[in-house]
């Protein structure tokens, strides 16, 4: 299964990946928070990282 990872010191909370993939992203504290990785079938995770301004969302196997 592929899940999103996000980098904290990178992310700077545009929300992007939170209009894109709400049932996998929110915004807590100012930065990206993963909630539901299993959700990524749902939605788009690929495209949240490739627009995510600041490279801050990497996709790995897990």
């Known amino acids: 299964m ?5 980098d904290w ?14 049932e996998v992203f929110e915004l807590r504290d100012e930065k990206a928070y993963v909630t539901a990785p299993e959700k990524c079938d749902s939605c788009n ?3 949240a990282a490739d627009i995510c301004p ?4 990497t996709i790995v196997e897990s």
């Open 45 to 47: 995770c690929q495209e």
């Open 9 to 22: 010191d990178t992310c700077i909370g545009c929300g992007s990946c939170v209009e894109l993939c709400p």
């Open 54 to 57: 600041v490279e801050a969302i």
């Open 2 to 6: 592929k899940k999103p990872v996000i």
